[in-house]
């Protein structure tokens, strides 16, 4: 009975990035029960096109068998198992090569971890560890961006750059450091993008000088920024990122949590952007979130170092690398590769795009945008200039409230309404999705009007 769960809910349930006193006087939650392909069904039968797939994760769609049996079988072959103490299990150890062979060349070596956030942990510190391990100079120091997100653990809620998160935490990490996103939209002024991703990655640069070359180890970006609003940054940005970090010798990180496992139309979007990051870390489309599991790649370099001096790595999750979670990641690898995702991602983005671009002439409509099956769509009361509404996020979150009546779940990043439907979406249903996104969009013009 869902008024029965509804109620367990209110009375038992901490949600996480919920404000609880407004969500119960609204009466609690949306209960979902079953899902197919792109298609989501809560427990009152209401059907919904799940436009971010899940939180950016379900790329192979909901209702794959295959995964929940690759689960069963290895569920009774060896459930538990872990990898400390010069242990391994087969599917993890398949898991590590399968995703090396995906990768580029270099990247050859991968740690397991239980979410994207634990992967953000795990390289801040194996990086401190690292330039501690190679003698001086004694880089400590990281660059981030405001704006950008790396997960919610304490090291990683402070390497992103969330200020409601940082105030939260009520500790900051000493050494993490932030700069702008290249978000044309609301910061390039009248210059060109290409103008504009230019300055955003000379900011770079002038932070280095300002903490110090030599303190600095690594700058952490996504390639497309994701839960900050899809921020797409201009063809100029990481091409000069990645010149800056090379003068300086400071590791490049890639954060692939979003961008990864085909989202960008390629493997990952560090090769859409045209960059070559150092390390990687991933999780979320690794499985498609059928299970939890997250890993980092790390580049050869920095593995043949570390190896030959030598030294325990003091770091290790229990259930990191998991037999059932890496035995359904596996298959889901294999799922990509054999219906051709990423390949389809790449040849549907453009057609994504024109749908997305067709809401251009709406009133609210300041601005469309998107790679592969990745988009963004900003809600602006000033489409010439720009203009951005009064009280950020409130006319998002009134056209997020639209999207679930309507059918459609479409996420609200302050005024960005942000899509990240799953990699198996069909022209016909791209058609639907921007039906519903116009139906959602009138609604909230009727009510900002009025
Ligand atoms: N990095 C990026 C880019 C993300 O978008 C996220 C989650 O949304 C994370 C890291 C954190 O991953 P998780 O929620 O699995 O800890």
Redesign the pocket.
Known sequence: DIAEVVKNDIAHHFHPFTDHKSFHAEGGPRVMTQADGIWIWDGNGHKLLDGMSG??CVNVGYGRKELAEAAYKQMLDLPYYNTFFKTTTVPTTELAAKISSVMPERFKHIFFTN??????DTIVRFVRHYWKLKGKPYRQHFIARTRG?????MV?ANLGGFQGMHEQVGTEFPGFHHIKQPHWFDLGGDKTPEEFGLEAAAELEKKILEVGPDNVAAFIG?PIQ??GGVLIPPSTYWPEVQKICRKYGILIIS?E??CGFGRTGNWWGFETMGFEPDIV?M??GLSSGYL?I?AVAFADHLIKDFFELGGEFYHGMTYAGHPVAAAVALKNIEIIERENLVGHTREIGPYFAEALASLRDHPIVGETRSVGLIGAIELSNDKARRGRFASPGRVGTMCRDNCFKNGLIMRACWDTMVLAPPLVITRKEIDELVRLARVALDATYDQVKS
């Open positions: 939180l950016w979410s994207g956030s634990e992967s953000n997100y790396h997960g919610s653990t990683a996504e994701g839960a954060d949590v979003i870390p999780a979320k939890p997250g």
